[in-house]
């Protein structure tokens, strides 16, 4: 059972077209065409927009071409941030990748209300201790699958501000 709602899970971590380090779309879903007695098949290409391939040393020839997304990783399912490396910024550019993405992967969902639930549940991080703040880290993922719960929830219930 996973800690995070269902829609982040299946669409967002568990999703080999979404980085998890970035949140950008680094697979474009293809369709080979129906073929004499083939069926038609669909797989996943390189989002030549946002990944590179680069050559690295592997222990054969055929290993050394990667495909590595813009921010740094070879994998969809791999990271090079923590928790307790993001800031505030940081976090708005994620939160604005991860709102194209799964819309760009055919949710609909109210931008207003998850940017300002997701934005809300990372402040909530930061508390104040006599004129010191102290840093508490959560859960990114925590606040960004509250976000996209709410968002995913408020366009259905308001159709008319799905995209607002």
Not at 61 to 72: A, D, K, L, N, R
Request: hydrophobic share 40%.
């Amino acid at each position: 059972m996973s800690i995070y709602p269902d829609e982040y899970q299946e669409h967002v971590l568990n999703a080999p077209d979404v980085c998890s380090g970035c949140f950008s779309i680094v697979r474009v879903e293809r369709e080979l065409p129906a073929r004499g007695w083939h069926a038609a098949e669909t797989y996943y290409a390189r989002n030549e927009q946002t990944t590179s391939v680069e050559h690295v040393q592997a222990e054969t020839v055929s290993e050394t071409e990667q495909v590595f997304c813009e921010c740094g990783v070879a994998s969809a399912f791999d990271r090079v941030w923590a928790d307790r490396d993001m800031d505030r910024s940081r976090f708005r550019a994620m939160l604005k990748r991860l709102m194209h993405s799964v819309e760009r992967k055919g949710l609909t969902i109210n931008r207003q209300r998850m940017a300002a639930h997701a934005l809300q549940a990372y402040g909530r991080q930061h508390t104040t201790d006599d004129d010191v703040q102290v840093r508490i880290v959560t859960d990114v993922d925590a606040a960004l699958a509250q976000g996209l719960n709410v968002g995913l929830r408020a366009a259905v219930t308001s159709p008319s501000a799905s995209t607002a």
